[in-house]
Nanobody
Framework: QVQLVESGGGLVQAGGSLRLSCVAS????????MGWYRQAPGKQRELVAT???????NYADSLKGRFTISRDNAKNTVWLQMNSLKPEDTGVYYC??????????WGKGTLVTVSS
């Protein structure tokens, strides 16, 4: 059984920073893509950033320059460094992994609240 455990969410003032972590554990054969998505209150879930096993990254255009995704393949861990946070960044942040044999797993989410 594969599990994703997210951490690092919380309450921060506008302009502050947070670092989210997501660790995948269990019977994992190979993870290709690791990423972060978010869902603001009343809105659909949207892409934040993804990173491939080879290190390539993809960001939502609106977040480039403020958010940085990184990963450690050996530790099956992905991080999201979020800087210059804005109230509109508030939401639940979800970790997602995709891999071989149809692996597509979501974490339970971690809440990020940015106060003005």
């Amino acid at each position: 059984q594969v599990q994703l455990v997210e951490s690092g969410g919380g309450l921060v003032q506008a302009g502050g920073s947070l670092r989210l972590s997501c660790v995948a554990s269990g019977n994992i054969f190979s993870i290709n893509v690791m990423g972060w998505y978010r869902q603001a209150p009343g809105k659909q879930r949207e892409l934040v950033a993804t990173t491939s096993r080879g290190g390539s990254t993809n960001y939502a255009d609106s977040l480039k320059g403020r958010f940085t995704i990184s990963r450690d393949n050996a530790k099956n861990t992905v991080w999201l460094q979020m800087n210059s946070l804005k109230p509109e960044d508030t939401g639940v942040y979800y970790c997602n992994i995709k891999g071989v044999y149809g692996l597509d797993l979501w974490g339970k989410g971690t809440l990020v609240t940015v106060s003005s």
